[in-house]
């Protein structure tokens, strides 16, 4: 299974997160638009992601819904026909929500800085710090909080678990 460190944060001024990000950036942006449909499942979350009609991928990870930066552990497949594989999915596990967002990546080294807007809830910040198998969850927290700083976000913009959490509260 893959891992790597995650953070996400609610930001109020994405140009400005945007403009850091261009001058930190390697490569990039690149924009994307996901339609992520979760299903219930009884070990932590199970996706389906669909970039477009013959473009899919169906992602299991475990994640702690803590603030900060945190070890999430995934594995990713993917599939010719989301649509099918969704209507496949539903009727086993059943639906338990939607999330839709337009996303702009950028890199920073191993580094993935998603600045996302997300339907109904709006602009946020999503730092994925691939892991090696020799990096511990340590290093890729420093490299995390290292970037936070550098984007200027701060720890009171910090959200615990994934956008679906804050659709389904309402917030």
């Known amino acids: 299974m893959a891992r790597n460190v995650e953070v996400k944060a609610r930001v109020s001024d994405l140009a400005m997160v945007e403009a850091r990000a261009r001058s930190l950036a390697d490569q990039g942006p690149f924009d994307l638009t996901q339609d992520d449909t ?6 932590g979350r199970l996706k ?8 899919g991928e169906l992602i299991s990870y475990v994640r702690p819904d ?7 552990e995934f594995f990713i497949s993917a599939t010719p026909s ?5 209507e496949t999915l539903g009727r086993a596990l059943g639906i338990i929500g939607r999330v839709r967002k337009r996303r702009r990546v950028y890199l920073v080294e191993h580094t993935r800085i998603h600045l996302d807007h997300v339907e109904g809830l709006g602009a ?20 995390a909080l290292r970037l936070l700083s550098a984007l ?11 956008y679906l959490d804050l659709l389904r509260e309402g917030r």
């Open 48 to 55: 389906l992601r669909e970039l477009s009609p013959e473009q």
């Open 38 to 43: 979760f299903f219930a499942c009884p070990r």
């Open 124 to 143: 946020f910040l999503e730092l994925e710090v691939e892991l090696s198998e020799s990096q511990t969850a340590a290093d890729g927290e420093v490299v």
């Open 152 to 162: 200027g976000v701060s720890e009171a913009d910090l959200i615990r678990g994934a």
């Open 66 to 72: 803590v603030l900060g930066p945190k070890i999430s």
């Open 82 to 86: 989301p649509q099918a594989m969704r």
